[in-house]
């Protein structure tokens, strides 16, 4: 099929590449054109892992085309799938600027009979916005129809994600529509969900959401666990092995960040509350997961109650492993919290230095997890990426000033640590060190 993709953020590039791995003659649109010159030279715009190398092989073959003609790649295609941004204003509304930017470019191009897919994380009613701008700006009379596709791929796991999907969601209104649709996965063994559009806009919030709520249940019941000295992953594991329940998303730490849950779950909030509920369950949910940083630096202020002049390596900026995506990244906020008063920041992450360095005071940037401890008063690990699980810790103990862990993401085993001889705190574990006051 002729496939155009407008927008070549993460879901964008990842879903136009797959689309041409599956045998399709794809164009990806952006209106950066700087963007699209460095794909066309498959310079990749993320840190993705596998990416690149799929872009390659179908850019080559001749099926992944980049370009900043949306014209001509409208006229070209018979699906056209919006994959812009939809990020979240102060009130936590979203802004659909881009995907009504987007809805009215297809209207003056269509020549002809098109669907149009909203791949774009959008709230509920947002296919109704987009079928009116294009029937108010399409001068023909031409025909098309709108469906809701969400896209629930994790950056970090993005390819695995698009070409071993646990579902696919069709929100359409007319059974023919999504049946093309179908056509167009059927080569993915996944269950297909064809429902209404505006039921298929709802499941990725209600997706997001509950993952986001898992996170912060589990946050909460960390903060008992410290109460009462109970260990939270022995909890978590307990808990997860209850089918109906699961084991993933109940790490406890320091909470949820990204380009997706904080904003998805507001968004939610709001269209709730627009709609006439009060989604109180969600208002926690953001609570809860606010209060994690501050809890974690508070932890590091009991150990060391004068924080000026004290050095602290970082390890791990990214707001989770595998990405270089520093969109409400915790470390920003813990990095402005301690070096707001006078701490001394050492960082290192495998990849996100370069995007961290816009967003951080000044900080020293290491050329690894070493260099970062050498002559630290504490380690403090942010980011749970592999290579930090792996580390040979006799040899960092021995070089740092004093040799303490803060482990926001409970990667590291407690015991282990104390008997390397380090002073151990992770959030909500089981340790000598990990007493917080009683109701911080
Ligand atoms: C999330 C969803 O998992 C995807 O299904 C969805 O498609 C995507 O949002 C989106 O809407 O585009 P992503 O934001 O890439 O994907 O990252 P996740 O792996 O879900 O992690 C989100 C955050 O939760 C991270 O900050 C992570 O550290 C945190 N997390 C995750 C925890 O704190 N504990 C956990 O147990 C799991």
Same mark, same amino acid.
């Given at each position: 099929m002729n496939i155009c993709v407008i927008g070549t953020g993460y879901v964008g590039l990842v879903t136009g590449t797959v689309f041409a791995e599956l045998g399709n003659d794809v164009i990806? #649109?952006? %209106?950066?054109?700087?963007? @699209?010159?460095? !794909?066309?030279r498959q310079v990749m715009p993320i840190y993705e892992p596998g990416l690149g190398e799929l872009v390659e092989r179908n850019h080559n073959e001749g099926r992944l085309r980049f370009s900043t003609d949306a014209k001509s790649a409208v006229e070209f295609a018979e699906i056209i799938f919006i994959c812009v941004g939809t990020p979240s204003s102060d009130g936590g +509304?979203?802004? !659909?600027?881009? #995907?009504?930017?987007?809805?009215?470019?297809?209207?003056?191009? /269509?020549?002809? $009979?098109?669907?149009? #897919? %909203? &791949?774009?994380?959008?709230?509920?009613?947002?296919?109704? /916005?987009? &079928?009116?701008? @294009?029937? @108010?700006n399409c001068n023909a009379d031409h025909q098309f129809d709108v469906v809701s596709n969400p896209e629930f791929l994790r950056e970090g796991q993005a390819v695995h994600d698009a070409l071993k999907p646990d579902r696919i969601i069709i929100g359409a209104d007319e059974k023919r529509v999504a049946f093309k649709l179908l056509e167009l996965y059927s080569s993915l063994q996944a269950p297909m969900i064809i429902t209404d559009v505006y039921s298929a806009e709802i499941i990725k919030y209600a997706s997001n959401s509950f993952l986001a709520l898992k996170i912060s249940f589990?946050? =909460?019941?960390?903060?008992?666990?410290?109460?009462?000295?109970?260990?939270?992953?022995?909890? =978590?594991?307990? #808990?997860?092995r209850d089918p109906r329940i699961g084991a993933q998303f109940l790490s406890a730490g320091l909470g949820f960040g990204g380009s997706c849950f904080p904003k998805d779950v507001k968004s939610l909030l709001h269209t709730s509350g627009k709609l006439g509920y009060e989604f109180g369950l969600l208002k926690e949910v953001l609570e809860i997961n606010d209060g994690r940083v501050d809890r974690f630096v508070a932890l590091i202020r009991r150990r060391f109650p004068e924080l000026r002049g004290k050095s602290f390596a970082v390890l791990g900026l990214s707001f989770k492993p595998n990405t270089d995506d520093m969109r409400d990244a915790r470390s920003v906020e813990i990095i402005k919290a301690l070096h707001g008063e006078g701490a001394v920041i050492r960082a290192f992450d495998p990849v996100a230095m370069n995007a961290a360095k816009k967003l951080l005071p000044p900080v020293a940037f290491c050329q690894n997890a070493y260099e970062a401890c050498n002559g630290a008063d504490a380690m403090l690990l942010i980011t749970?990426?592999? +290579?930090? &699980?792996? !580390?040979? !810790?006799? &040899?960092i103990r021995r070089t740092m000033k004093s040799p303490v862990i803060f482990d926001g993401r %409970? /990667? $590291?085993d407690p015991e282990r640590k104390r008997r390397l001889g380090f002073e151990y705190f992770g959030l909500g574990r089981k340790s000598p060190n990990n007493r917080p006051e009683k109701g911080a």
């Open positions: 990806c #649109v952006d %209106n950066d054109s700087s963007k @699209i010159e460095s !794909l066309d +509304e979203t802004d !659909l600027s881009a #995907v009504g930017a987007v809805a009215e470019t297809i209207a003056t191009h /269509m020549n002809g $009979y098109k669907i149009i #897919v %909203n &791949k774009s994380t959008v709230p509920v009613g947002t296919g109704d /916005m987009v &079928k009116n701008i @294009i029937r @108010i589990i946050n =909460a019941i960390s903060n008992i666990c410290e109460l009462v000295g109970a260990d939270v992953g022995d909890v =978590a594991n307990g #808990v997860g749970e990426w592999r +290579e930090f &699980k792996l !580390l040979n !810790l006799e &040899k %409970n /990667m $590291y």
